[in-house]
Nanobody, 124 residues
Framework: QLRLVESGGGLVQPGGSLVLSCSAS????????ISWFRQAPGKGREVVAC????????DYYGSVKGRFATSRDNAQSMAYLHMNNLKPEDTAVYYC?????????????????WGQGTQVTVSS
């Protein structure tokens, strides 16, 4: 059974950093789009990063450009979201999402598999 589990969220001060992890059970990351979404209170779910299958490059969306980065360990089926220079507006529940043989999409509906989410709170 395919399963995604996020971890690494928490409380951090503005300007701080966090690394989120996404563990993918029964999934070959080489064949899989892994995207990171977030959902702030009262708002819809928005994509922040998507790593393509074709060339392994990552697209970043919105205000996270230049501050967030992704990495992955295919052998361990792990994906990571490195978040730097965090701002209060980054406060949200963060999710990893996967689609086997898919393409990067800003729509959450395009992803079949989701983790349970991890809370990130940026506050002094």
């Amino acid at each position: 059974q395919l399963r995604l589990v996020e971890s690494g969220g928490g409380l951090v001060q503005p300007g701080g950093s966090l690394v989120l992890s996404c563990s993918a059970s029964n999934l070959r990351l080489q064949d899989t789009i892994i995207s990171w979404f977030r959902q702030a209170p009262g708002k819809g779910r928005e994509v922040v990063a998507c790593t393509r299958i074709t060339d392994g490059r990552t697209d970043y969306y919105g205000s996270v450009k230049g501050r967030f980065a992704t990495s992955r360990d295919n052998a361990q089926s792990m994906a990571y979201l490195h978040m730097n220079n965090l701002k209060p507006e980054d406060t949200a529940v963060y999710y990893c999402a996967a689609e086997v043989y898919g393409s990067c999409s800003e729509s959450s509906e395009e992803y079949e598999f989701w983790g349970q989410g991890t809370q990130v709170t940026v506050s002094s």
